[in-house]
């Protein structure tokens, strides 16, 4: 065991400094401690400086050029990957809102039924249909198609386009039904481009006017008619712009609404409808041979106003003044030292006319007419138009004299346009 012995064994005489002194001379004798002897390591060996330096100087550079290696590794990673890893991102970020905007659109798509609106389309067609006619006119050999509205069931009206019945008597219309009979053209106006005819069939189903004036830019509207012959053809579109001028070649007075749905030869005459299925115009015109996505419309406001007088009268009557008006030049606003725009020039007078009778000359300006000014030759013209017949109204006009513009008020007695001007 190791340690020391309890007691000194039998072969250990003298003293504990002999024992030593002995193992000192002899240190391999076991035996003088008992047969075990505790020995210590021998010292480690001290190397010499230059020895050191020789080898651990090459390992400390060596680590210093992998820490610079892996410096430079990690900056060109950086360089390498960082773009691939943002475009990874960003792409995962709007992939994330595409997706999102996808569960939105399609929670939304489940929630609104588009059955509904075709529903809708169905049931204004079908409550719409059964009062558009289609139109035949035969002038010598020349045939033509057009449509026309039922408005008045009982008495048998219908509302056209006068282009559409000019030169003829009597036309043929066709019923959505597929009845066929005659009609008498009661009267037009060429102003408004409006006929009226009347048809003595029953079981007629009638259209109900809308109010034009309520229609806003970017409404939804609906034509019907038979374009090209094809009858009971429907299209939509919106509202585009209301109170269009001189599109149509005819006179000034006329006003339109324009809308994109396609309208063809044949729609002529036909109703342009809201969506509760009123006629809030007559469609009238296109631009160019065929639909370009650009069709007019007489305002139902204008157009119902016409159907009445003519059913009362046989024609529009209107006001009557005998001037050809138009916008101010430049050199004659600068010569009456008038504001850019301001009033509206004479170019014309009618021969024993309310103007002429004034005292009107061409190259007038009209200034005011009953008070209200006036810039634009169109709204002067309604406002005439629209002026009771017999009225005496003030008018005022500047003139061009030798000592300078001179301003003036006369009253003018309007009377009615005559039969060769509707």
Avoid at 115 to 142: E, F, H, K, M, W
């Amino acid at each position: 065991m190791g340690g020391f012995p309890d007691r000194p064994p039998s072969s250990w005489h003298g003293t504990f400094q002999e024992r030593v002194m002995q193992h000192e001379s002899d240190p391999h004798d076991d035996a003088a401690w008992g047969g075990e002897l505790i020995t210590s390591p021998p010292p480690a060996r001290s190397r010499p400086m230059s020895e050191v330096w020789t080898v651990d100087r090459p390992r400390e550079e060596e680590g210093i050029r992998l820490k610079r290696l892996l410096w430079v590794f990690t900056v060109l990673t950086i360089v390498l990957v960082a773009p691939s890893m943002v475009y990874r991102i960003e792409y995962s970020l709007t992939s994330a809102r595409e997706r999102a905007r996808l569960d939105v659109a399609r929670a939304n798509l489940k929630d609104f039924k588009l059955d509904q609106i075709s529903a809708g389309y169905r049931a204004l067609a079908q409550s719409v249909g059964p009062s558009v006619v289609n139109i035949s006119t035969r002038r010598g050999r020349a045939e033509g198609q057009g449509s026309g509205v039922i408005v008045d069931a009982k008495e048998g009206y219908i509302v056209t386009n006068n282009h559409v019945v000019e030169g003829v008597s009597t036309v043929e219309i066709q019923l959505s039904d597929g009845r066929r009979s005659t009609a008498t053209v009661i009267g037009v106006d060429s102003l408004t481009d409006l006929a009226v005819l009347k048809t003595t069939m029953g079981d007629l189903v009638a259209a109900e006017w809308g109010d034009s004036d309520e229609l806003q830019v970017g409404d939804i509207v609906w034509a019907l008619g038979s374009p090209f012959g094809l009858q009971k053809s429907i299209t939509f579109g919106i509202l585009s712009a209301k109170e269009r001028r001189g599109v149509t070649g005819t006179r000034v007075i006329q006003e339109f609404l324009q809308t994109d749905a396609a309208v063809n030869p044949g729609n002529s005459g036909g109703p342009l409808v809201n969506h509760e299925g009123k006629v809030v115009g007559i469609n009238t015109a296109i631009i160019g041979p065929s639909y370009q996505g650009i069709s007019f419309a007489v305002p139902s406001e204008l157009a119902r106003a016409s159907y009445e007088q003519i059913r009362d009268n046989g024609y529009v009557l209107r006001g009557f003044l005998g001037v050809g008006p138009d916008e101010v030049p430049d050199e004659v606003a600068r010569e009456l030292d008038l504001d850019r725009g301001e009033g509206v020039l004479i170019t014309t007078i009618a021969a024993n006319s309310p103007a002429s009778d004034a005292g009107l000359k061409p190259l007038d300006v009209i200034l005011s007419w009953g008070g209200a000014e006036f810039s634009d030759p169109t709204l002067l013209s309604r406002a005439i138009a629209a002026t009771p017949v017999g009225t005496e109204v003030p008018v005022k006009l500047i003139r061009s004299s030798a000592r300078g513009p001179k301003e003036m008020e006369v009253k003018v007695k309007v009377s009615a346009r005559p039969p060769s001007d509707l």
